[in-house]
């Protein structure tokens, strides 16, 4: 009975997301493991619950390792732009630079 409610929860948690790929079908949704967890308390056999503890630790490192993938991409792209940064900083320097040393001398001419 739990495995039916299980294999329901999961389905409809894919259709209220839009989930069509197979890597998606594969995976368990937060309600699929609620039932898993119930599943495996139910069964009172310590195997099954281990399995799901397990389950749950290796969706919480993919997770986490997907995370990571793309963190590690947003700092890549961030590092590219580094240069055009360090460029416009410096334009902008030697433009301050200019405007302060153009003050400097009016305030010399003006003052008495």
Known sequence: MWQVLETKARFINQVMNGSVTVRQAEDLESGALTYAEIKAIASGNPAVMEKVKVDTEIRKLDQLR?????????????????????????????????????RDASRRTTSP
Do not use: C, F, M
């Not at 990571?68 to 630079?97: F, M």
């Open 66 to 102: 997907s995370s990571h993938i793309n963190q590690q991409h947003n700092i890549r792209w961030q590092v590219r732009g580094l240069p055009d940064q360090i460029e416009r900083a410096r334009k902008y320097h030697a433009a301050v630079s200019a405007d302060i040393l153009t």
